[in-house]
T-cell receptor
Framework: DAGVTQSPTHLIKTRGQQVTLRCSPK?????VSWYQQALGQGPQFIFQ???????QRGNFPDRFSGHQFPNYSSELNVNALLLGDSALYLC???????????FGSGTRLTVV | GENVEQHPSTLSVQEGDSAVIKCTYS??????FPWYKQELGKRPQLIID?????GEKKDQRIAVTLNKTAKHFSLHITETQPEDSAVYFC??????????????FGKGTSLLVTP
């Protein structure tokens, strides 16, 4: 039973560029949440997708956008990258209204 | 997360001792409180959770207690072992959500268990 998979594992981008991160949820899960984890901090909620729609959004600018596909996989897009966007981006999947998350290993994004 | 405060930020105990980490939350309507363990360079993993209809839950050496009146919940680890060394995060539902589906996390507690 596959867990949550994220790609790529590491990424280096230049300030101003755009990036797309991908997530496949755990088998049987239909909800995907994205979090940003800065070094030494707790995960910060970006947004959550359910039934291909953004169900809830955290305090992140519009440069952060996402999508969920019919197979429940999801993408996180960040435009006009800033140095401060450097972080570990975590994807978590869950089932419906069940709040129990399963996290992926994350994508380490470095903006230079 | 704005509504979750976690203490202490670091905790060092000797092997065999107990460790306690405490979190407070702001929304009295919150009904789900998980704890995650994150080892260095690895993903956060759910270790225990509690729902608001119970006051305590145990799983071997790990327990979580919930005080709804005071709006705080605590993680208790007994007979600590070096492999318990990690960063522990508490979480609670986002009060700004109509549905409360998203979780807000504390800033984490770095636990070090020394032999």
């Amino acid at each position: 039973d596959a867990g949550v998979t994220q790609s790529p594992t590491h990424l280096i981008k230049t300030r101003g560029q755009q990036v797309t991160l991908r997530c496949s949820p755990k088998s049987g899960h239909d909800t995907v949440s994205w979090y940003q984890q800065a070094l030494g901090q707790g995960p910060q909620f970006i947004f959550q997708y359910y039934e291909e729609e953004e169900r809830q959004r955290g305090n992140f600018p519009d440069r952060f956008s996402g999508h969920q596909f019919p197979n429940y996989s999801s993408e996180l897009n960040v435009n006009a990258l800033l140095l401060g966007d450097s972080a570990l981006y975590l994807c978590a999947s869950s089932l419906g209204t069940d709040k129990g998350y399963t996290f992926g290993s994350g994508t380490r994004l470095t903006v230079v | 997360g704005e509504n979750v405060e976690q203490h202490p930020s670091t905790l060092s105990v000797q092997e065999g001792d107990s460790a306690v980490i405490k979190c407070t939350y702001s929304d009295s309507a919150s009904n789900y409180f998980p704890w995650y363990k994150q080892e260095l360079g690895k993903r956060p993993q759910l270790i225990i959770d509690i729902r608001s209809n119970v006051g305590e839950k145990k799983d071997q050496r790990i327990a979580v207690t919930l005080n709804k009146t005071a709006k705080h919940f605590s993680l208790h680890i007994t007979e600590t072992q070096p492999e318990d060394s990690a960063v522990y995060f508490c979480a609670a539902p986002d009060p700004n959500s109509n549905s409360g589906y998203a979780l807000n996390f504390g800033k984490g507690t770095s636990l070090l268990v020394t032999p």
